[in-house]
Every structure is written in C-alpha cells, then in structure tokens.
C-alpha cells in the first residue's frame, strides 16, 4: 500500500507480498482494519486504504452555524469544510468518519479562470458519514421550553444543535434554569 496507496489490492496480493501463510489471521486483520476504517473493502472485494479513497477518520471542529471543518493529515488536501446539512449530527469535539466530496468544476470557460485563481474556493468539502465517538458525554447549557418541549440551549459556542430534554427526563426544570444534560 505504501508504493502504489491508491491500488486495491486482492487478499491474495496482500499474502504474497507480505509472505503470509496465515490465511485466516491474515483475513482477520483485514476486518478489523476495515472495522477501524485504515481499509475499505472495493465492490470487487479488494482493499483499499481508507484516505485512498477519499475517507478519514477525524475531529470535527465545529462552529455555531452547524458548519465545521476535519483535519485530514493530508498536506497537500488540508482541512475539509463540512456544511452544517453534511454535519449530520456531529458535535465540535467528536470523533467522526468523514468522505471527500467530489470536487465541482465550473462548467463555463471564465468560471473556470475564476474558479483558478480564487483561494478561498480550493478548500475542499466533506460530509460526515458516521459519528464514531461523542466528546460530549455532559453538556452545560439554559433549558427552555416550546410547544410542551423541552430543549437545552448549550453554553459551548461551537455547538449550535439545541438538545431535546424528554419529559421525563426534565426533573422539575423550568424556562431559564441553567442544567447539566447526559448525552444519550
């Protein structure tokens, strides 16, 4: 993988090259790699490594409007920006499982010289395709209620999803009580 990153490789391939006779602990690594997101498995069946295929395993820096950005560890790719609709869910701070979007090319020739020679559009984007760790397991914030439900507005200023309080998970609260929520 490490000569040729964006070859898939058959199990075979990888045993081979690797002198492996250990068929079946060789297949279980591949899953746990793949369970861990270092590979991703091809329609055909072969391996891949993950960033290879345009997937990362990341922190989202999250802003309060839903939008965020993910390191990559690539240099030459940088940070992805996630839109807030392509956050799906995921909080600043949390671990997550992130895919490059494809990158749009302008379809008229002066758009295209623009496009160029415009910094600010190089950064690429990305969209959340799993949460894979929650760094929030408590949140501080004001509850309030509306329309007989009961929300939590957190203090953390990169968090802008209000969190929906059950009824029975209220406790007495009122409009305007400062609380500390469980994350479930």
Same mark, same amino acid.
């Given at each position: 993988?490490?000569? /040729?990153?964006?070859?898939?490789?058959?199990?075979?391939?990888?045993? #081979?090259?690797? $002198?492996?006779?250990?068929?079946? #602990?060789?297949?279980? &690594?591949?899953?746990?790699?793949?369970?861990?997101?270092? &590979?991703? %498995?091809?329609?055909? +069946?072969?391996?891949? @490594?993950?960033?290879?295929?345009?997937?990362?395993?990341?922190?989202?820096? $999250? /802003?309060?409007?839903?939008?965020?950005?993910?390191?990559?560890?690539?240099?030459?790719? $940088?940070?992805?920006?996630? =839109?807030?609709?392509?956050?799906? *869910?995921?909080?600043? #701070?949390?671990?997550?499982?992130?895919? &490059?979007?494809?990158?749009?090319? @302008?379809?008229? =020739?002066?758009?295209?010289?623009?496009?160029?020679? !415009?910094?600010?559009? /190089?950064?690429?984007? *990305? %969209?959340?395709?799993?949460?894979?760790?929650?760094? !929030?397991?408590?949140? %501080?914030?004001?509850?309030?209620?509306?329309?007989?439900?009961?929300?939590?507005?957190?203090?953390?200023?990169?968090?802008?999803?209000?969190?929906?309080?059950?009824? /029975?998970?209220?406790? +007495?609260?009122?409009?305007?009580?400062?609380?500390?929520?469980?994350? %479930?």
């Amino acid at each position: 993988f490490q000569d /040729k990153p964006s070859r898939a490789l058959a199990a075979e391939e990888i045993a #081979g090259a690797l $002198g492996i006779m250990d068929w079946q #602990g060789l297949l279980a &690594l591949l899953r746990r790699m793949e369970a861990e997101f270092f &590979l991703v %498995v091809t329609k055909k +069946g072969r391996y891949l @490594p993950a960033a290879a295929a345009g997937i990362f395993r990341s922190v989202f820096h $999250g /802003k309060r409007g839903g939008y965020g950005f993910c390191e990559t560890g690539d240099p030459l790719l $940088g940070d992805l920006f996630i =839109k807030a609709a392509a956050s799906h *869910g995921a909080m600043d #701070g949390d671990t997550v499982l992130v895919q &490059l979007e494809p990158q749009k090319r @302008p379809h008229h =020739k002066y758009q295209r010289h623009l496009h160029l020679n !415009n910094k600010a559009e /190089k950064r690429r984007e *990305g %969209v959340v395709l799993q949460i894979l760790n929650r760094a !929030n397991r408590q949140m %501080v914030g004001i509850y309030y209620e509306e329309s007989r439900l009961g929300f939590l507005l957190p203090n953390n200023k990169n968090i802008s999803q209000e969190i929906i309080i059950p009824a /029975k998970g209220r406790h +007495g609260a009122k409009n305007g009580d400062a609380v500390v929520v469980k994350i %479930v």
